[in-house]
């Protein structure tokens, strides 16, 4: 197994993105490894964290920053292990739910996000949601978009399990493109983008791995961690907000578990992100800066 760094000249010609690179050291237990992460207005007191899936990176936010950076918020985008300029393990098998889970706690508390805003979607919320369940006096507020947080007990999306056995089969996998499935389309620089991390095959393993650890039954090892979560979730009286989109094949019908399950989320400006798909920041970025503006004040 080897760690593999960051070549930062694969990414010097992608457009629209020229913010500061920052990283943060984390322990795994296969060696330290590095998180990078974008953090504008870090002298401001609000926080918005932007959580990425599968098999993006802090990219996919790159029409949402400059926004929320503007409204005067603090706007923080990790890429994930494995995910963006962040390190990569060679080998898939080093990838679990919950080393991710400790990677990110272990970040969130050495940059030191207080008063957090979560903006979460797919393996964003399923990461995010549970650091906010576990650090509940550092967040204030979430907006879940296109996410969940499984434990198993109900069957999985069946075009969620093509997905899963097409990402383990898949040969030469063109991760750009799969990005591109989730859209209504995506321009050259964007696939560039969005394949920048993935030189080749070695680098991918994160993106293969992920679908692989989603609690797809009771006997998942992550269920009994995501069942915590959810009691805690269920006494979250903080404002929470669904944000899902209209043409998403994989979550639609997921934010209900939310708005029955969590009290935070009784009286919220529920939104429907329009004309969108399971990348909705890419389709409509402006309606989830809107949604996540709208509870600002709250």
């Not at 960051?6 to 237990?29: A, G, H, M, P, Q």
């Not at 932007?50 to 926004?67: A, C, F, K, V």
């Not at 979460?120 to 947080?149: E, M, P, S």
């Not at 404002?239 to 043409?247: E, I, K, R, T």
Request: glycine share 8%; net charge negative; hydrophobic share 35%.
């Amino acid at each position: 197994m080897e760690i593999l760094k960051t070549n930062l000249e694969d990414f010097k010609n992608i457009e629209n993105w020229e913010y500061k690179e920052n990283f943060y050291t984390v322990n795994s237990r296969h060696g330290d490894i590095n998180i990078h992460y974008v953090d504008e207005n870090s002298d401001k007191d609000e926080t918005i964290l932007l959580m990425h899936g599968n098999p993006t990176w802090g990219y996919l936010y790159r029409n949402m920053i400059d926004p929320l950076k503007d409204a005067g918020y603090r706007v923080v985008v990790p890429d994930l292990p494995g995910f963006g300029k962040s390190d990569k393990f060679t080998s898939r098998y080093h990838y679990t739910y919950e080393e991710f889970v400790d990677w990110m706690s272990q970040w969130i508390e050495g940059v030191n996000l207080k008063n957090v805003t979560l903006f979460c979607q797919d393996w964003g919320g399923l990461i995010g949601l549970r650091l906010a369940a576990k650090y509940d006096d550092r967040f204030n507020r979430i907006v879940a978009a296109n996410t969940g947080l499984p434990t198993g007990k109900a069957p999985l999306n069946p075009g969620f399990l093509i997905f899963k056995e097409f990402m383990n089969i898949k040969e030469d996998l063109h991760v750009a493109g799969q990005v591109r499935n989730g859209t209504n389309g995506l321009d050259q620089a964007a696939l560039d983008a969005y394949n920048a991390p993935f030189p080749n095959e070695t680098y991918k393993q994160g993106v293969r791995q992920f679908p692989n650890i989603v609690p797809s039954s009771p006997m998942t090892p992550s269920r009994k961690f995501n069942e915590e979560a959810w009691e805690k979730l269920k006494k979250w009286h903080k404002p929470f907000l669904c944000a899902f989109s209209d043409n998403d094949p994989i979550f639609a019908g997921v934010e209900n578990s939310f708005l029955k399950h969590i009290p935070g989320s009784k009286n919220m400006p529920h939104v429907t992100i329009e004309n969108a798909g399971h990348f909705l920041q890419e389709d409509n970025p402006d309606g989830c800066v809107k949604a996540i503006l709208s509870i600002m004040e709250y």
